[in-house]
C-alpha cells in the first residue's frame, strides 16, 4: 500500500477558516462499560526509548488517568533471542539492560495477562541521517520561522516519517497535532529541502545561541496509518463535512488496542547565529 | 433479446387507442408572451364545444384534437389576458397564440407557469415545480436568492446541514440527484462549500423536482431529478435586472438580437467579500483572496415555424488564495453548454436534439518555494447528444422515445511537482475514460377521462473505456493484482432494464389516487468522506468491482383540491418505499483522495427508505405558501460498517416540517417567512476512550447511534418595491431578510477538545450563524 499521500492539512484549514463559528461548552452523556486493553508499545534504537504501556479503556469523560494493567507478562522476541520486560511501575514495562536493537530484525510483542494473550509484530526501519537544518521566515506569516529540513530520501525502500523538534532541549512537538509524519512516496529518491515545523510566538522568541533539535523516526507504514488515524478521528464530529469517525487501527491480536511500534531515531541541530 | 423486445412493443400497442380520423383534425400551436415572446408552458388551451382541454408542455407547445369547421379555441394563463378565437379547422401549419399580459405591476405579483390545482389530473407523482418568482420569495441566507435552499423546504426534501448546499431526497444519497441545467448535468452545485448554489436566480425560469417516477428519458440517480430551466431571452425588447447585496452583486442582461427571430440572455454574478480584505488591519490576511462567480448566456433563434435552435452556457468559479509570496491557491467549478435543436416534424410529432458537454474540476496548487511546490488536479467531464421524439397521437395521449450517448472522462486526481527542483514526483492516477448510453420509451395516456396512465422503459448501457490500470481484489477486500487496458478499449460492461409506471385515477375534478413504480440504475457514485460533500470529492465510475446502484421505489399518494372562497388549496399525501442495492460506504480511515487504488477503499450493501409526506400549498391570493410535514426513516447495512448490524443514513431524520409563507399586504410590500423543523442529524458518538502517549483516543462501537439536537430556525423577508412603475422603464426594490431570526443555537456540529487539565476532554457544539440580518437591492429595467 502506497496510497497514503500527503497530509490534507491544508484543505481542513480552508475549510475550518472560513466557517465563522461559534462555540459553547455542553455537557454529554456517553456513559460506556467498555474496559479493552490498551497497549503502548515502543522500541527504539536510543537509550531509555523504549517502554511498554499498559492500561485499561475508560468511558470517555473520565478525565483521569487511565486504570493501568499490572501483573502482565511482557515478552519480546526476535530471531537473535528474547527478553522479558519488567514492570519498574505499575502497568509500566521497561526491557532489560542487555537489549540491543538491530535494524531490519522482525520483533514480536507477546502480552500475557489474566489468562489472555495478545501479539503484535513489527520490522524496525533503517535509520535515515538529515544532512543539515536551516531556519527562515515564513512565508505569509509574519513573526514566524520555518524550520527546514535537508536530506536525501533513500530510493530503496519505503520511508515513513516522524519529527520531534526540541528547543533547547525542550520538546516543542508535544501534543499529536503538532508532530509531523508523512509518507515518503512523494519524494521517493529526491533530495528532500522542506519546512518540517513552523517556530511559533508561543514557542519561544528566536534568540542567538538558541538551539533547535530534530528527531528523524524511521517508522513503519503501519504506525504511519496509525498516526493518522490518530489525527483524523480526534475533535469534531457530526456536521455536513466530518463524515463519519473510524475506530483506530490496532496491530495487537485479540482485540487489544494501542500499538507496537519500531523506530529508528537519529538527530540533528542548529544553532541560532 | 428480440423476445423481450417483442413483449414490450405488445405492451404499448396494448394501449394505443385508434382514432376515427374522418371527423376530428389535430390542431398544433404554441403560447407565448406577446411581450417579451417567451414560450409559456403550462397554459390551458380548451376547445368548448367537444369539452377538451390540454396544458401547453415546456415549449408552450400544444396539440388538440377538434372538430371540423369553425372551432372557437380558448387559451388561459394566470397573469395574462385571456385569449379566445375562432380556427378554422383543419387548421395547416402551427397556431401561434400571442398572450398579453394584463397589468405589469399585477403580473409581478402572480406570474405563474402552472395551474392551481393541476396536481390532481395529471399522472406524476413526486413533482414538486417552482417558479423563479417563488423562489425569489423565500427569505434567504445573506440575502443570495437560492434555489437549492428553496427545495429543501419541500416535504420529502432535507438539508444535509446548515449551509449545506447537499440535499437529500427520500432516503437517498447526495449523489443520488441528478442535477440538470438546461440538460447538462451539474456535477458539483455549490459555491462557497455549499452555503450558496452555482444557480443565479436572475436567469433561472423554473425547476421540476422528481422525488421518484423520473420521466424514462432522465436516467442514472436514483432518488431525484432536479431540472432547472434557464430564462430564454426577450425576443422583443430590450431589458434586465440586476442587484447589489450582502454577499454578491448581479447583472442580467437580455433582448433581441434579430427582433422576433433570435434573442440573448446574458448573466454574471460575483461575490465580493475578499474586496474589502486589504483594508484588513491584519496584514497577514491582505494577500489572500476568496470569491465566486457564475457567468450564464443562452441564445435562443426561431429558424422559422418549425425549428428553433438554443445555446445555453454556464461557467463558475470559486477561487481562494492565501499567501503573497509563496502561494497557496484552491479553485474550483463548472462549465456547460448546450445546444438543442427543437423541430416540429409531420404533424404530431416533436424533435428535441441535444448536444451536451459538462465539466467539473478543482486544482489546488503551491509555487512560490520551488522545492515544495506542487499543483494537484481533479475533475470529470462528459460530452454526449441526446434525442428525443414526442409523438402526440391525441390531446390526451404522448409517446415519446429516444436515445443519449455520452462520453465520460474522469480525471480522480493527480500531484505533481511543478519544476525540477521540486521534492514532490507524481502521486494519484491517470485519467480513464467510460461510455454511457440509453433508449426508452414511454407511453402517457388517458384511458378514460378518470383514469391515466403514464409508463415508460429505459434500457441502459455503462461500458468502462481505457486506457486503464485496474487494481484486483480479494474477497476479505485485499489487493491483488492489477490489469492494464489499452487506449478505447472496452473492459467492463453493465447494462439495466429500467421500467417505470405510474396510474392515476380522479373521483372527480378535485380527488385522485396514484400509484407508481419506478427503477433506476446508477453507474457514477461519489467518492466524499463528507455527507455534505465537498470540492474536492470526485465522481467514480462503475467498474467490475464497483457494480451499478440498483433502486425501486414504490409510491401511493392521495390529491385533493380544497376550495375555500373561490381559492385554491392543492393538499396532497404521498407514501414511498424505497429499496437500494450496492449502495457504497467506506471502509475505516478510507482514503479517497490522489488514491489510485479508491475502489479498494469502498465496502458495498443495501439501503431502504420509507415515509409519508403530507402537503398543503396555497399558490393563488394574497397569501400564498405551502406547509409541509414528512414523516420518514432511511437505513442502512453493509457487512463491514457497524459489525454488519442495521444502521441509520446520517441523512435519516424521521420528522421534518417546513411552512413557507408570503403575503402581499401591498401592491408595493410583500412580507414572507419560513420556518423549518427536523429532527437532529445522527451522529457517532465514542462509547469510551483510551491514551496512547499523551494523546486521547475515541473508541466507537455503533456507528450514527445519536443524534444531534433537533432543528429549527425562522427566516424573515420583507421587499418593498419603489413607487416609480416599470412603464418609467426602471423600477428597484428593497429586499430585507433576517436569518435566523430567534437565534437559535442549532448544533452544527460536537467538537471535542482537551480541557485544561492533562486527560481532560471537554464537548463543544458548534453552531454557525447568529441573527444574520441581510439588506439587497434589486432593480429591473
Given at each position: 500500500?502506497?496510497?497514503?499521500?500527503?497530509?490534507?492539512?491544508?484543505?481542513?484549514?480552508?475549510?475550518?477558516?472560513?466557517?465563522?463559528?461559534?462555540?459553547?461548552?455542553?455537557?454529554?452523556?456517553?456513559?460506556g462499560?467498555?474496559?479493552?486493553?490498551?497497549?503502548?508499545?515502543?522500541?527504539?534504537?536510543?537509550?531509555?526509548?523504549?517502554?511498554?504501556?499498559?492500561?485499561?479503556?475508560?468511558?470517555?469523560?473520565?478525565?483521569?488517568?487511565?486504570?493501568?494493567?499490572?501483573?502482565?507478562?511482557?515478552?519480546?522476541?526476535?530471531?537473535?533471542?528474547?527478553?522479558?520486560?519488567?514492570?519498574?511501575?505499575?502497568?509500566?514495562?521497561?526491557?532489560?539492560?542487555?537489549?540491543a536493537?538491530?535494524?531490519?530484525?522482525s520483533?514480536?510483542l507477546?502480552?500475557d495477562?489474566?489468562?489472555?494473550?495478545?501479539?503484535?509484530?513489527?520490522?524496525?526501519?533503517?535509520?535515515?541521517?538529515?544532512?543539515?537544518?536551516?531556519?527562515?521566515?515564513?512565508?505569509?506569516?509574519?513573526?514566524?520561522?520555518?524550520?527546514?529540513?535537508?536530506?536525501r530520501?533513500?530510493?530503496?525502500?519505503?520511508?515513513?516519517?516522524?519529527?520531534?523538534?526540541?528547543?533547547?532541549?525542550?520538546?516543542?512537538?508535544?501534543?499529536?497535532?503538532k508532530?509531523?509524519?508523512?509518507?515518503?512516496?512523494?519524494?521517493?529518491g529526491?533530495?528532500?529541502?522542506?519546512?518540517?515545523?513552523?517556530?511559533?510566538?508561543?514557542?519561544?522568541?528566536?534568540?542567538?545561541?538558541?538551539?533547535?533539535?530534530?528527531e528523524?523516526?524511521s517508522?513503519?507504514?503501519?504506525?504511519?496509518?496509525?498516526?493518522?488515524?490518530?489525527?483524523?478521528?480526534?475533535?469534531?464530529?457530526?456536521?455536513?463535512?466530518?463524515?463519519?469517525?473510524?475506530?483506530?487501527?490496532?496491530?495487537?491480536?485479540?482485540g487489544?488496542?494501542?500499538?507496537?511500534m519500531?523506530?529508528?531515531?537519529?538527530?540533528?541541530?542548529?544553532?541560532v547565529? | 433479446?428480440?423476445?423481450?423486445?417483442?413483449?414490450?412493443?405488445?405492451?404499448?400497442?396494448?394501449?394505443?387507442?385508434?382514432?376515427?380520423?374522418?371527423?376530428?383534425?389535430?390542431?398544433?400551436?404554441?403560447?407565448?408572451?406577446?411581450?417579451?415572446?417567451?414560450?409559456l408552458?403550462?397554459?390551458?388551451?380548451?376547445?368548448?364545444?367537444?369539452?377538451?382541454?390540454?396544458?401547453?408542455?415546456?415549449?408552450?407547445?400544444?396539440?388538440?384534437?377538434?372538430?371540423?369547421?369553425?372551432?372557437?379555441?380558448?387559451?388561459?394563463?394566470?397573469?395574462?389576458?385571456?385569449?379566445?378565437?375562432?380556427?378554422?379547422?383543419?387548421?395547416?401549419?402551427?397556431?401561434?397564440?400571442?398572450?398579453?399580459?394584463?397589468?405589469?405591476?399585477?403580473?409581478?405579483?402572480?406570474?405563474?407557469?402552472?395551474?392551481?390545482?393541476?396536481?390532481?389530473?395529471?399522472?406524476?407523482?413526486?413533482?414538486f415545480?417552482?417558479?423563479?418568482?417563488?423562489?425569489?420569495?423565500?427569505?434567504?441566507?445573506?440575502?443570495?436568492?437560492?434555489?437549492?435552499?428553496?427545495?429543501?423546504?419541500?416535504?420529502?426534501?432535507?438539508?444535509?446541514?446548515?449551509?449545506?448546499?447537499?440535499?437529500?431526497?427520500?432516503?437517498?444519497?447526495?449523489?443520488?440527484?441528478?442535477?440538470?441545467m438546461?440538460?447538462?448535468?451539474?456535477?458539483?452545485?455549490?459555491?462557497?462549500?455549499?452555503?450558496?448554489?452555482?444557480?443565479?436566480?436572475?436567469?433561472?425560469?423554473?425547476?421540476?423536482?422528481?422525488?421518484?417516477?423520473?420521466?424514462a428519458?432522465?436516467?442514472?440517480?436514483?432518488?431525484?431529478?432536479?431540472?432547472?430551466?434557464?430564462?430564454?431571452?426577450?425576443?422583443?425588447?430590450?431589458?434586465?435586472?440586476?442587484?447589489?447585496?450582502?454577499?454578491?452583486?448581479?447583472?442580467?442582461?437580455?433582448?433581441?438580437?434579430?427582433?422576433?427571430?433570435?434573442?440573448?440572455?446574458?448573466?454574471?454574478?460575483?461575490s465580493?467579500?475578499?474586496l474589502?480584505?486589504?483594508?484588513?488591519?491584519?496584514?497577514?490576511l491582505?494577500?489572500?483572496?476568496?470569491?465566486?462567480?457564475?457567468?450564464?448566456?443562452?441564445?435562443?433563434?426561431?429558424?422559422?415555424?418549425?425549428?428553433?435552435?438554443?445555446?445555453?452556457?454556464?461557467?463558475?468559479?470559486?477561487?481562494?488564495?492565501?499567501?503573497?509570496?509563496?502561494?497557496?491557491?484552491?479553485?474550483?467549478?463548472?462549465?456547460?453548454?448546450?445546444?438543442?435543436?427543437?423541430?416540429?416534424?409531420?404533424?404530431?410529432?416533436?424533435?428535441?436534439?441535444?448536444?451536451?458537454?459538462?465539466?467539473?474540476?478543482?486544482?489546488?496548487?503551491?509555487?512560490?518555494?520551488?522545492?515544495?511546490?506542487?499543483?494537484?488536479?481533479?475533475?470529470?467531464?462528459?460530452?454526449?447528444?441526446?434525442?428525443?421524439?414526442?409523438?402526440?397521437?391525441?390531446?390526451?395521449?404522448?409517446?415519446?422515445?429516444?436515445?443519449?450517448?455520452?462520453?465520460?472522462?474522469?480525471?480522480?486526481?493527480?500531484?505533481?511537482?511543478?519544476?525540477?527542483?521540486?521534492?514532490?514526483g507524481?502521486?494519484?492516477?491517470?485519467?480513464?475514460?467510460?461510455?454511457?448510453?440509453?433508449?426508452?420509451?414511454s407511453?402517457?395516456?388517458?384511458?378514460?377521462?378518470?383514469?391515466?396512465?403514464?409508463?415508460?422503459?429505459?434500457?441502459?448501457?455503462?461500458?468502462?473505456?481505457?486506457?486503464?490500470?485496474?487494481?484486483?481484489y480479494?474477497?476479505?477486500h485485499?489487493?491483488?493484482?492489477?490489469?492494464?487496458?489499452?487506449?478505447?478499449?472496452?473492459?467492463?460492461?453493465?447494462?439495466?432494464?429500467?421500467?417505470?409506471?405510474?396510474?392515476?385515477?380522479t373521483?372527480?375534478?378535485?380527488?385522485?389516487?396514484?400509484?407508481?413504480?419506478?427503477?433506476?440504475?446508477?453507474?457514477?457514485?461519489?467518492?466524499?468522506?463528507?455527507?455534505?460533500?465537498?470540492?474536492?470529492?470526485?465522481?467514480?465510475?462503475?467498474?467490475?468491482?464497483?457494480?451499478?446502484?440498483?433502486?425501486?421505489?414504490?409510491?401511493?399518494?392521495?390529491?385533493?383540491?380544497?376550495?375555500?372562497?373561490?381559492?385554491?388549496?392543492?393538499?396532497?399525501?404521498?407514501?414511498?418505499?424505497k429499496?437500494?442495492?450496492?449502495?457504497?460506504?467506506?471502509k475505516?480511515?478510507?482514503?479517497?483522495?490522489?488514491?489510485?487504488?479508491?475502489?479498494?477503499?469502498?465496502?458495498?450493501?443495501?439501503?431502504?427508505?420509507?415515509?409519508?409526506?403530507?402537503?398543503?400549498?396555497?399558490?393563488?391570493?394574497?397569501?400564498?405558501?405551502?406547509?409541509?410535514?414528512?414523516?420518514s426513516?432511511?437505513?442502512?447495512?453493509?457487512?463491514?460498517?457497524?459489525?454488519?448490524?442495521?444502521?441509520?443514513?446520517?441523512?435519516?431524520?424521521?420528522?421534518?416540517?417546513?411552512?413557507?409563507?408570503?403575503?402581499?399586504?401591498?401592491?408595493?410590500?410583500?412580507?414572507?417567512?419560513?420556518?423549518?423543523?427536523?429532527?437532529?442529524?445522527?451522529?457517532?458518538?465514542?462509547?469510551?476512550?483510551?491514551?496512547y502517549?499523551?494523546h486521547?483516543?475515541?473508541?466507537?462501537?455503533?456507528?450514527?447511534?445519536?443524534?444531534?439536537?433537533?432543528?429549527?430556525?425562522?427566516?424573515?423577508?420583507?421587499?418593498?418595491?419603489?413607487?416609480?412603475?416599470?412603464?418609467?422603464?426602471?423600477?428597484?426594490?428593497?429586499?430585507?431578510?433576517?436569518?435566523?431570526?430567534?437565534?437559535?443555537?442549532?448544533?452544527?456540529?460536537?467538537?471535542?477538545?482537551?480541557?485544561e487539565?492533562?486527560?481532560?476532554?471537554?464537548a463543544?457544539?458548534?453552531?454557525?450563524?447568529?441573527?444574520?440580518?441581510?439588506?439587497?437591492?434589486?432593480?429591473?429595467?
Amino acid at each position: 500500500m502506497n496510497n497514503k499521500k500527503i497530509r490534507t492539512f491544508f484543505m481542513v484549514t480552508a475549510i475550518v477558516l472560513f466557517m465563522a463559528s461559534c462555540t459553547e461548552r455542553i455537557d454529554l452523556d456517553l456513559e460506556g462499560d467498555l474496559a479493552t486493553l490498551v497497549i503502548d508499545a515502543r522500541i527504539t534504537d536510543i537509550d531509555e526509548g523504549s517502554k511498554v504501556i499498559i492500561t485499561k479503556t475508560t468511558s470517555y469523560f473520565f478525565n483521569q488517568p487511565p486504570p493501568v494493567a499490572s501483573g502482565a507478562r511482557v515478552m519480546l522476541s526476535a530471531d537473535k533471542g528474547s527478553w522479558l520486560l519488567k514492570e519498574e511501575s505499575p502497568g509500566k514495562y521497561i526491557l532489560p539492560p542487555d537489549f540491543a536493537a538491530d535494524h531490519k530484525s522482525s520483533y514480536t510483542l507477546e502480552v500475557d495477562i489474566a489468562d489472555a494473550v495478545f501479539h503484535a509484530h513489527s520490522t524496525m526501519p533503517k535509520p535515515v541521517h538529515l544532512d543539515s537544518l536551516s531556519i527562515r521566515p515564513h512565508h505569509w506569516l509574519p513573526g514566524q520561522f520555518d524550520l527546514l529540513i535537508h536530506f536525501r530520501d533513500p530510493p530503496e525502500i519505503d520511508n515513513f516519517y516522524m519529527w520531534k523538534v526540541y528547543r533547547n532541549d525542550v520538546l516543542l512537538t508535544d501534543s499529536l497535532l503538532k508532530v509531523p509524519f508523512t509518507d515518503g512516496e512523494p519524494f521517493k529518491g529526491r533530495y528532500v529541502s522542506a519546512p518540517v515545523y513552523v517556530l511559533q510566538p508561543e514557542d519561544g522568541i528566536l534568540q542567538r545561541g538558541d538551539v533547535y533539535r530534530v528527531e528523524t523516526y524511521s517508522i513503519t507504514e503501519e504506525y504511519f496509518e496509525f498516526l493518522l488515524a490518530m489525527l483524523r478521528n480526534q475533535g469534531a464530529t457530526g456536521g455536513p463535512f466530518a463524515g463519519p469517525p473510524s475506530n483506530i487501527p490496532s496491530n495487537f491480536s485479540n482485540g487489544a488496542l494501542g500499538f507496537f511500534m519500531t523506530t529508528a531515531v537519529t538527530s540533528a541541530e542548529i544553532a541560532v547565529p | 433479446m428480440f423476445k423481450s423486445i417483442f413483449i414490450i412493443i405488445l405492451f404499448f400497442a396494448a394501449f394505443i387507442r385508434v382514432y376515427a380520423a374522418e371527423d376530428r383534425f389535430l390542431l398544433q400551436g404554441q403560447v407565448t408572451d406577446a411581450l417579451s415572446g417567451q414560450t409559456l408552458p403550462g397554459a390551458t388551451v380548451f376547445n368548448p364545444e367537444s369539452g377538451r382541454g390540454v396544458t401547453t408542455d415546456m415549449e408552450g407547445g400544444f396539440e388538440i384534437l377538434v372538430a371540423g369547421g369553425e372551432q372557437e379555441i380558448r387559451v388561459t394563463y394566470v397573469g395574462f389576458e385571456d385569449w379566445a378565437e375562432t380556427v378554422s379547422i383543419p387548421y395547416s401549419g402551427i397556431l401561434t397564440i400571442s398572450l398579453k399580459p394584463v397589468e405589469r405591476l399585477l403580473d409581478e405579483v402572480v406570474v405563474t407557469g402552472r395551474r392551481p390545482g393541476d396536481h390532481v389530473e395529471r399522472t406524476e407523482m413526486g413533482v414538486f415545480r417552482m417558479e423563479a418568482q417563488t423562489i425569489q420569495q423565500i427569505p434567504a441566507m445573506m440575502g443570495e436568492v437560492d434555489l437549492i435552499s428553496a427545495i429543501q423546504m419541500l416535504p420529502g426534501v432535507q438539508s444535509v446541514g446548515e449551509g449545506s448546499g447537499g440535499f437529500n431526497v427520500r432516503g437517498g444519497g447526495i449523489d443520488q440527484n441528478l442535477i440538470l441545467m438546461d440538460q447538462a448535468t451539474v456535477y458539483n452545485a455549490s459555491h462557497l462549500m455549499g452555503f450558496f448554489s452555482v444557480f443565479n436566480n436572475d436567469i433561472v425560469e423554473d425547476i421540476h423536482l422528481y422525488k421518484g417516477n423520473i420521466p424514462a428519458r432522465h436516467g442514472g440517480r436514483l432518488a431525484s431529478l432536479l431540472d432547472v430551466r434557464m430564462k430564454e431571452g426577450s425576443m422583443e425588447s430590450f431589458g434586465g435586472t440586476g442587484g447589489i447585496g450582502t454577499i454578491s452583486s448581479r447583472l442580467m442582461l437580455e433582448g433581441p438580437v434579430v427582433r422576433d427571430r433570435v434573442s440573448f440572455i446574458a448573466a454574471a454574478r460575483r461575490s465580493y467579500a475578499d474586496l474589502f480584505i486589504p483594508l484588513s488591519d491584519n496584514p497577514e490576511l491582505r494577500g489572500n483572496k476568496l470569491y465566486f462567480y457564475d457567468l450564464n448566456l443562452k441564445l435562443n433563434a426561431v429558424l422559422n415555424e418549425r425549428n428553433r435552435l438554443q445555446y445555453s452556457s454556464y461557467h463558475g468559479k470559486d477561487y481562494f488564495r492565501m499567501g503573497q509570496n509563496s502561494v497557496f491557491s484552491m479553485d474550483w467549478g463548472n462549465t456547460t453548454h448546450s445546444l438543442r435543436w427543437n423541430r416540429i416534424m409531420h404533424r404530431d410529432w416533436l424533435l428535441n436534439t441535444h448536444l451536451v458537454y459538462t465539466s467539473y474540476d478543482y486544482s489546488i496548487m503551491q509555487k512560490g518555494d520551488a522545492n515544495s511546490s506542487f499543483r494537484w488536479r481533479a475533475g470529470n467531464e462528459d460530452i454526449g447528444g441526446k434525442a428525443d421524439i414526442s409523438w402526440f397521437p391525441s390531446d390526451a395521449h404522448n409517446v415519446n422515445m429516444g436515445f443519449s450517448t455520452i462520453y465520460h472522462r474522469f480525471d480522480p486526481g493527480l500531484l505533481t511537482g511543478i519544476d525540477d527542483e521540486s521534492f514532490f514526483g507524481e502521486l494519484g492516477s491517470t485519467r480513464s475514460g467510460a461510455l454511457s448510453h440509453a433508449v426508452y420509451v414511454s407511453n402517457e395516456q388517458a384511458v378514460t377521462d378518470a383514469l391515466s396512465l403514464e409508463y415508460g422503459l429505459r434500457f441502459s448501457v455503462f461500458q468502462s473505456m481505457g486506457p486503464a490500470t485496474v487494481y484486483l481484489y480479494d474477497d476479505q477486500h485485499e489487493y491483488v493484482g492489477e490489469t492494464n487496458y489499452g487506449s478505447r478499449e472496452i473492459y467492463n460492461t453493465w447494462s439495466g432494464f429500467e421500467p417505470r409506471f405510474g396510474i392515476g385515477y380522479t373521483f372527480h375534478k378535485d380527488a385522485s389516487v396514484k400509484a407508481s413504480y419506478n427503477r433506476n440504475l446508477q453507474y457514477l457514485h461519489l467518492a466524499s468522506y463528507s455527507d455534505g460533500g465537498n470540492p474536492l470529492d470526485i465522481w467514480v465510475p462503475s467498474s467490475a468491482r464497483v457494480r451499478p446502484q440498483i433502486g425501486n421505489q414504490f409510491a401511493l399518494g392521495y390529491f385533493r383540491n380544497l376550495r375555500p372562497s373561490n381559492r385554491v388549496i392543492e393538499a396532497s399525501v404521498e407514501a414511498f418505499y424505497k429499496t437500494m442495492y450496492n449502495q457504497i460506504d467506506f471502509k475505516e480511515n478510507a482514503w479517497l483522495m490522489l488514491n489510485p487504488r479508491l475502489e479498494g477503499e469502498f465496502r458495498f450493501g443495501d439501503a431502504w427508505a420509507y415515509g409519508a409526506e403530507f402537503l398543503l400549498r396555497k399558490s393563488e391570493g394574497d397569501l400564498t405558501g405551502w406547509i409541509a410535514y414528512t414523516w420518514s426513516r432511511a437505513k442502512r447495512q453493509i457487512d463491514e460498517i457497524n459489525n454488519g448490524m442495521v444502521y441509520p443514513a446520517s441523512y435519516d431524520r424521521p420528522h421534518s416540517l417546513n411552512l413557507v409563507m408570503n403575503y402581499n399586504l401591498s401592491p408595493r410590500v410583500n412580507l414572507s417567512a419560513a420556518w423549518v423543523y427536523s429532527t437532529g442529524a445522527p451522529v457517532t458518538l465514542p462509547a469510551g476512550r483510551f491514551e496512547y502517549g499523551n494523546h486521547i483516543a475515541p473508541v466507537y462501537t455503533r456507528r450514527n447511534a445519536h443524534r444531534l439536537p433537533d432543528y429549527h430556525r425562522l427566516d424573515l423577508g420583507a421587499t418593498i418595491k419603489s413607487r416609480r412603475s416599470t412603464q418609467d422603464g426602471f423600477y428597484g426594490e428593497w429586499t430585507i431578510s433576517v436569518y435566523n431570526a430567534y437565534y437559535r443555537k442549532n448544533t452544527w456540529m460536537l467538537d471535542f477538545r482537551p480541557g485544561e487539565e492533562p486527560g481532560e476532554m471537554e464537548a463543544y457544539k458548534v453552531y454557525l450563524f447568529p441573527v444574520l440580518p441581510s439588506v439587497t437591492y434589486n432593480f429591473y429595467f
